[in-house]
């Protein structure tokens, strides 16, 4: 039989410097912030606007894709967690009376990035920051700012899913096939891991498991899934090239609005299909209508909003600087 499966095993950590962990996540969050940056410039320079406005509009982008994925993720997915654990909501910390930071100055805590974050959580949290970015910046519109920023957000998305790829979390279904992806990572956790193998560290243990002939069983017993990260990345990707297509090739950016409408509709219907491929990210809750969870329904009001911003009736006269 051939074999078309993929044994996926690497660290989500490119380098820990005194404690604190650069981590592959981390690192895609730069990428799409930078490449976003640079689309935007190129995107204000054909519609003639001082680039000097792209500084500060960022500014609000990183830190509302912050604050609203970490909330998205507290208040749509987790929040029974994290009612017990308020500290960790804003703070990359996790508890663990095993560990310490800080060389051991505080001691129970470990420090781990943001690993929870939900992406309708950091859209609701962008298109609150832009209104109050044109509260203080007063050169265009809301919905021309939209128009335009969620050409550079859906090439973002790219990374983002490629970031949770190296996380090897927001796995796939069980594929019930030799095709798919071996994620051991979310199979055994660090101390199953290192309890299995009785290895000192998890990533010795993570390897003995994926390549050593004593641990074959164990790897067995890892099923295959799909990827579903790669499958929301390429389609992503899609998203953004249509996106790029209609700013540069049509008029329809003069349109206020359906940029904006056109990528609410792409995005989320793929966030949608996706979602029947990926396992539950709550427990008990992936079928909480239907056949539909958490991730779906979030999605359906966001598609409708996109359609409705792009076939709604708007007057040519509008006012520059008006919604």
């Given amino acids: 039989m051939i074999q078309l499966g993929i044994t996926w095993n690497p660290s989500p950590e490119i380098v820990n410097i005194f404690g604190v962990s650069v981590r592959y996540y981390g690192l895609m969050f730069?990428?799409?912030?930078?490449?976003g940056a640079h689309l935007l410039k190129k995107i204000y320079k054909n519609d003639k606007v001082n680039v000097d406005y792209i500084e500060p509009l960022f500014m609000y982008v990183v830190i509302a894709t912050i604050i609203g994925?970490?909330?998205g993720e507290v208040f749509f997915y987790s929040w029974d967690y994290y009612q017990n654990h308020l500290l960790e909501?804003?703070?990359?910390?996790s508890k663990n009376p095993k560990e310490s930071m800080l060389f051991g100055i505080i001691e129970g805590y470990e420090f781990i990035g943001f690993r929870g974050l939900a992406s309708h959580g950091a859209a609701i949290g962008i298109i609150?920051?832009?209104?109050f970015y044109i509260r203080k910046y007063k050169y265009k519109s809301l919905m021309w700012i939209l128009d335009r920023i969620v050409i550079p957000v859906a090439s973002g998305a790219i990374f983002v899913r490629i970031g949770n790829l190296m996380n090897s979390e927001i796995v796939g279904k069980i594929t019930n096939s030799n095709f798919g992806f071996q994620f051991i990572r979310d199979k055994y956790s660090a101390y199953e891991a290192m309890y299995i193998t009785k290895a000192k560290t998890a990533e010795k243990a993570y390897?003995?498991?994926e390549n050593s002939p004593r641990f074959k069983q164990y790897l067995a017993d890892v099923?295959?899934?799909?990827p579903t990260q790669l499958f929301e990345s390429g389609s992503y990707l899609i998203v953004f090239l249509v996106l790029w297509f209609v700013y540069w090739k049509t008029d329809k950016k003069n349109k206020k609005g359906y940029i904006f409408g056109l990528f609410m509709v792409l995005l989320w219907s793929v966030r949608f299909g996706i979602e029947f491929f990926k396992e539950a990210q709550i427990e008990n809750r992936?079928?909480?209508?239907?056949?539909?969870?958490?991730?779906?329904?979030?999605?359906?009001?966001?598609v409708l909003v996109g359609f409705y911003f792009m076939f709604r009736k708007v007057k040519t006269s509008q006012n520059e600087y008006k919604i």
């Fill in 30 to 35: 730069v990428v799409a912030f930078i490449l």
């Fill in 89 to 93: 909501i804003l703070l990359p910390i």
């Fill in 286 to 302: 992936e079928d909480w209508v239907g056949v539909l969870n958490t991730g779906q329904l979030l999605s359906i009001p966001m």
């Fill in 128 to 131: 609150l920051a832009m209104y």
């Fill in 207 to 209: 390897d003995l498991i």
């Fill in 69 to 71: 994925a970490r909330l």
């Fill in 223 to 226: 099923p295959f899934r799909y």
